[in-house]
């Protein structure tokens, strides 16, 4: 049973980020990304023990009726990196929740290492399940980034599973992102799967030491990546690490999603057009909102660093109260403060659990989320 705490924990995730948590179990295949064990952010949730169905059922009513995907197992905050197959009722909640969700497309993120192969003819038989596999690469830096991998057993998950997303991780090195590319096709997982991510690898403070070498690699030749794959794998979707010419046509709707919020602004700033604003951007985005709204006089772009997550991390949903109170003085602050929206949950509080009417109360000025 989930006391008061570990209740909240998990009401929280599910309706800030559709992911119903349902374990706290250590995965043990040691992959050095994970930094579970070393987030101070993290470790401000507390691990919930295996859900019961009873919880489960409970969680449905938390779930955004607006999403299209409901992820069962690793949450972003609650119970993250757990493998969901580690649930030893895993598969009664993946029927239990499809059967619910007849609508939506139910998923599990995982590496593959825990799902049973006889359990495959089950999986695909439910027809609005399917799995989200973090394949990562399958060349040889595979064992130094996952050390208890299970090629057997992804290889047959790659032939044969339900696949919504395959996900693999650029290492820096284009020859084995090929090697990788072309598995999938030689197996059909082009042909089955809903889409192939490539991912750029990020690091933070609290990575494990292992992971920065190889996410400077990644990192440094990801622009040679992007490039490769927009003429000899358009099909292929990657993620966005800066709003710039250089990742447009890979994952188009997070310039889509940009235009769309600059325009709002534009209309909702015309009705206030005697005031001033303060837009915060987080790096990924400072440069685009910069050239947007370079002709307003009356708004003021303010650029933040991650520093609470320090490394290569940009991205708006890990900005909090305390990177931008550090960084812009209140004498700094003349209007309306703007915050990209993902700087908070459901509760409107930041990763560090700061309401937004701390950062309205220190600044002085009215806030506005967009």
């Avoid at 799902?115 to 040889?140: H, K, Y």
């Avoid at 991998?149 to 650029?170: E, G, I, W």
């Avoid at 292992?210 to 990192?219: A, C, T, V």
């Amino acid at each position: 049973m989930l006391t008061n705490e570990q209740l909240k924990a998990f009401t929280l995730e599910i309706a800030t980020f559709g992911n119903i948590p349902i374990s706290s179990r250590d995965c043990g295949i040691g992959c050095i990304y994970c930094k579970v064990h070393t987030d101070p952010v993290l470790c401000r949730y507390p691990k919930i023990p295996d859900i019961s169905l009873e919880d489960l059922f409970l969680g449905f009513s938390f779930v955004n009726p607006t999403v299209k995907y409901v992820r069962l197992g690793a949450g972003v905050l609650v119970a993250p990196h757990s493998d969901p197959y580690l649930h030893p009722l895993i598969y009664d909640f993946i029927k239990h929740t499809s059967d619910y969700f007849t609508t939506k497309t139910v998923t599990t993120v995982t590496t593959g290492s825990y799902i049973e192969e006889r359990n495959l003819d089950f999986l695909n038989g439910i027809p609005n399940f399917a799995v989200d596999l973090s394949l990562v690469t399958m060349q040889s830096e595979r064992e130094y980034i996952i050390p208890r991998s299970t090629r057997d057993r992804v290889y047959h998950l790659l032939k044969y599973a339900p696949l919504n997303k395959v996900t693999l991780m650029f290492t820096g090195d284009l020859d084995s992102l090929r090697k990788d590319l072309d598995l999938l096709h030689n197996l059909g997982v082009d042909q089955r799967a809903n889409e192939i991510l490539v991912r750029r690898i990020e690091h933070t403070k609290y990575s494990q030491l292992g992971l920065n070498s190889i996410s400077d690699k990644s990192i440094n030749g990801y622009e040679e990546c992007v490039r490769y794959l927009r003429v000899f794998h358009p099909e292929v979707v990657y993620t966005v690490p800066y709003l710039t010419d250089a990742y447009r046509g890979g994952s188009n709707e997070y310039f889509i999603e940009a235009d769309q919020r600059i325009k709002m602004l534009r209309t909702k700033m015309k009705l206030g057009e005697n005031e001033s604003y303060d837009l915060i951007c987080s790096e990924s985005s400072y440069q685009y909102f910069s050239a947007a709204f370079q002709e307003n006089n009356n708004v003021i772009i303010h650029t933040i660093r991650n520093d609470l997550y320090g490394g290569s991390t940009t991205v708006a949903g890990l900005l909090n109260m305390q990177d931008i109170c550090s960084q812009i003085p209140t004498g700094n602050v003349k209007g309306t403060l703007v915050l990209p929206f993902e700087m908070y949950n459901c509760k409107q509080c930041d990763i560090l659990g700061n309401h937004i009417s701390a950062l309205q109360d220190y600044y002085n000025q009215e806030v506005w989320l967009a």
